[in-house]
């Protein structure tokens, strides 16, 4: 009885060994499946070309990473500031305005991280067929230049030439601009500061002085930083090659949009348009009853408007083409009559009363516009050609591809 006992329990931990291997085995392989595996599963296809699951992710886990450090700049610009002075409460609301925005943008991180992929496809085709190239050299210096400007070092600046501006002045009309179309930073642990939008640029008063000339970092120091930017992107669960990726992609982004910033038109359609902004839906209607009685727009412009620069301009905005200002007010500016008094337009900066006082349909662009026109190319060109690739474009997305720090972070 004694050896049939030993053997039945001989046999029953055989059995739950053979058991526990299984189990681990389906551990095992359910893990290959999820976390290995489906790293090459095909997410989308652009003309043919598949764009696998990891490229998704690591495009995804920097998205999300670049829209949360642009929300730590603008905490940071909200403490150098009081928040309570009425003189800061048109800057406060525009940052705020950027803060729900980056917000959104979070929510949206997993989808638009997707659309973003399928855009780097589009560029990286549309570059090789324009023989633009980006060597290791170049991604070598761009990830040099992205350490030292997040130590406060400034990018050096080449000498203009007869092609397009990477960096548009500002316009006539920022309360009506206030969109966000600065490209991502690329290093993950740059924070771009905007202390210099707090600080007006003096018009009067002594030469400003040249900064002094910085230090520059050692090799040493360079490689302690390298080491720093690898270690956060370990954090961040994107590998050196991954990253390497995305500097490379935003290189072919900067030369393909150079290369279509040559062959932008210099003429568009304008329309020379003033306005007068105020906060509430009644208050417009006010307004526009005292214009249609005959009263002076520029008068009441300089009256009424809380558009700061009413008090200098009298709501003139000047000429503007399609897309400069918001979208309901560039829809209804387009749309109006020529020197007709709109009916209340309400956006986010409060409710206009605007009026064309001239329309071209083919006018030159004033050199501000032309720089804007020249850094927006790219952004154009991928609309007229994802619209070209529509049937190209085929997306297989699955909720189980967004990588599970995102879910949590987009679900909070």
Same mark, same amino acid.
């Given at each position: 009885m004694r050896e049939r006992d030993q053997e039945q329990q001989r046999v029953l931990f055989i059995a739950l060994g053979i058991i526990a291997a299984l189990i681990v085995i389906i551990l095992a392989v359910g893990y290959w499946r999820v976390v290995i595996a489906v790293q090459d599963e095909t997410i989308a296809?652009?003309?043919g070309v598949p764009l696998k699951v /990891? #490229? &998704?992710? =690591?495009r995804a886990r920097f998205d999300a990473?670049?829209?949360? +450090? /642009?929300?730590?700049?603008? %905490?940071? +610009? !909200?403490q150098q500031f009081d928040a309570n002075d009425p003189a800061m409460s048109s800057l406060? %609301? &525009? &940052? %705020?305005?950027?803060? $729900?925005?980056d917000q959104q943008a979070l929510q949206q991180a997993p989808s638009k991280a997707l659309e973003n992929l399928i855009d780097d496809e589009l560029v990286r085709q549309e570059a090789a067929r324009r023989n633009i190239t980006v060597t290791a050299a170049d991604i070598d210096r761009e990830i040099e230049l992205s350490v030292n400007e997040n130590l406060g070092y400034e990018r050096p600046t080449t000498t203009p030439?007869?092609?397009p501006s990477p960096t548009p002045t500002n316009t006539n009309t920022p309360t009506l601009t206030p969109?966000?179309?600065a490209t991502p930073s690329i290093s993950p642990t740059a924070t771009a500061t905007l202390s210099a939008t707090l600080v007006p640029t003096p018009t009067e008063g002594p030469t400003e002085m040249p900064a002094p000339t910085q230090t520059p970092l050692s090799p040493e120091a360079y490689k302690t930083e390298v080491a720093k930017l690898y270690e956060n992107l370990g954090k961040m669960k994107i590998s050196i090659d991954d990253y390497r990726k995305i500097v490379a992609v935003d290189l072919l982004r900067q030369r393909l949009n150079d290369a279509l910033g040559v062959e932008v038109k210099t003429t568009a359609e304008q329309v020379h348009v003033e306005h007068i902004l105020v906060k509430t839906f009644e208050e417009a209607q006010a307004v526009e009853? /005292?214009? /249609? +009685?005959?009263? #002076? !727009? =520029? $008068?009441l412009a300089a009256e009424l408007s809380i558009d700061p620069s009413a008090k200098t301009n009298k709501g003139d905005l000047g000429w503007a083409t399609r897309g400069q200002f918001i979208q309901e007010f560039d829809t209804a500016a387009f749309s109006l009559p020529i020197l007709q008094i709109s009916e209340p337009i309400t956006t986010s900066f409060g409710v206009h009363i605007i009026q064309v006082l001239e329309r071209d349909a083919n006018r030159a662009l004033d050199a501000n516009a032309l720089a804007q026109a020249r850094a927006s190319a790219l952004t154009d060109w991928l609309q007229s050609a994802r619209a070209a690739a529509a049937s190209s474009i085929l997306r297989y997305f699955d909720a189980q591809y967004i990588p599970s720090e995102l879910k949590k972070l987009t679900s909070s």
């Open positions: 296809t652009v003309n /990891r #490229d &998704y992710q =690591a990473q670049t829209i949360l +450090a /642009r929300m730590n700049s603008i %905490q940071e +610009a !909200f406060v %609301q &525009y &940052y %705020q305005n950027q803060l $729900a925005q030439t007869a092609g969109t966000n179309t009853t /005292r214009l /249609r +009685a005959g009263e #002076d !727009f =520029a $008068a």
